[in-house]
C-alpha cells in the first residue's frame, strides 16, 4: 500500500509512505480506492487538521505527518466481514492512498460505518460508507461530480440552511469570501434558490469572470475593490478563505453592520490568522456537522436527505449543462499527477472552472 503524506507544519513537504499490508482481520474489509477528487476544500482538512481533527482518520504513525482525507470511491478488494462482498463499489472518505483497511460496524443495505478504535471518538458524519448499489443519488456516469462536489454541496448546503435558521441573523446581504470555490459558489446557490438576501462574491481579478459568469451571485468584486462593498446595508461575512488580513478589512469596513461572521474555510490556507480585536461579531467558526445533527433532530434523517437531494439535483442542472458547465473534470493518473495537483491548490493556481479527478489505482504502472 502506498500513501501521500504531508508535514504538518509546512504543507509543500511531501512524501509518499509506504506500507506492507497485514492479513486482513477478522470482521476487516480492504478496500482498493479507484478515485478520488482533490480541492481547495482538502487544503482546508489539511489547515485546520489539528483544530479539527482531521489528522486523526488516518494516522501516518508519526506526529510530525499527517495523511489529508479525500472523497470519493472504492471497491472491495477483501472481505472478512459479514454482509459486505468483494467486487462492491463505496463512496466514502479515504485516505490519500491506494488502498485501506477499515473495520465495518452497522452494515446495512445502505452501507456501513468504519468503526476502528482510533475513529470512535471522531464525527460519525466522517465515518460513514455508501453502498453505492443502493444510494439513490449515485449515477456512475456522474461519479466525477459527485467526488469533486457532494461533500462540498452538503457544506454548502447546510451554511444556506444554518443562516435561514437563523433568520440571516438580520442581514440583507451575505458577502462570501474565496467566491470562485466550489463550496462559496454551491452556498451561494442555495442562497439564490431560496430567494435569500442578497449574495456578494469576492474573488481574486483573476478569477472574477468566471465567477460573474455563474450567475448565482448578484455582485462580484475583486479583493482590491473593497471599498465598493455597501457598508450600510446589514450583512453577514462567510469566509471560505481564512485570509486574516482579508477578514480584518471586511470587519472594519462593516463594524457592527456586520450581524454575522461565519468562518468556514482556508483556501489561503498560509494567510490563516486570529479574529481577535476586530471590530463587529467574533468569527464563528462553522461546524458542518452540528448542523446535521440539529436538523435531523428537527427533520429526522430521511427528510434531511430528501431536501439535500433535491437541492443536489437542482444543482448539478448548471454544473453539467453541456452549453456551458460550470465544472469541468480533470482526470489525473500516477504520483506525480497528484504531486503537482496538490501544489497547484496550495498555491492557488488550480483553475477555479476545473475539478480534478485522481486514480491511484493506476500508480504503479503510470510511475514505471
Known sequence: MNRFVVDRQNLRRNRWQEIAPAPLADGSVRLRIASFALTANNVTYAAFGDAMNYWSFFPTGDDATGCIPVWGFADVAESRCDGIAPGERYYGYWPMADAVDLTPARVGESGFVDAAPHRRELHALYNQYLRCSADPGYDPAQEAEQALLRPLFFTSFLIDDFLADNDDFGARAVVIASASSKTAYGTAFCL?????????????????????????????????????????????????????????????????????????????????????????????????????????????????????????????????????????????????????????????????????????????????
Open 192 to 368: 439564490k434558490r431560496r430567494d435569500g438576501p442578497a449574495v456578494v462574491g469576492l474573488t481574486s481579478a483573476a478569477n472574477r469572470a468566471y465567477t460573474q459568469r455563474l450567475g448565482c451571485y448578484d455582485r462580484v468584486l475583486a479583493y482590491d475593490d473593497l471599498d465598493e462593498l455597501d457598508a450600510n446595508v446589514p450583512s453577514v461575512y462567510v469566509d471560505m478563505s481564512g485570509h486574516a488580513a482579508l477578514r480584518g478589512e471586511v470587519h472594519r469596513r462593516y463594524g457592527d453592520r456586520l450581524t454575522y461572521s461565519c468562518a468556514v474555510g482556508g483556501t489561503h490556507w498560509d494567510e490563516l490568522g486570529s479574529g481577535q480585536g476586530l471590530p463587529g461579531p467574533k468569527p464563528t467558526l462553522f461546524f458542518a456537522p452540528a448542523q446535521v445533527a440539529k436538523r435531523r433532530a428537527d427533520w429526522g434523517a430521511a427528510a434531511l436527505q430528501q431536501r439535500l437531494a433535491d437541492a443536489w439535483r437542482a444543482f448539478m442542472v448548471p454544473v453539467t449543462d453541456p452549453r456551458d458547465p460550470w465544472l469541468r473534470v480533470v482526470r489525473g493518473t500516477g504520483r506525480q499527477a497528484v504531486e503537482e495537483v496538490y501544489l497547484a491548490l496550495l498555491d492557488g493556481r488550480a483553475r477555479p472552472e476545473e475539478g480534478h479527478v485522481l486514480e491511484p489505482s493506476s500508480w504503479q504502472s503510470a510511475d514505471r
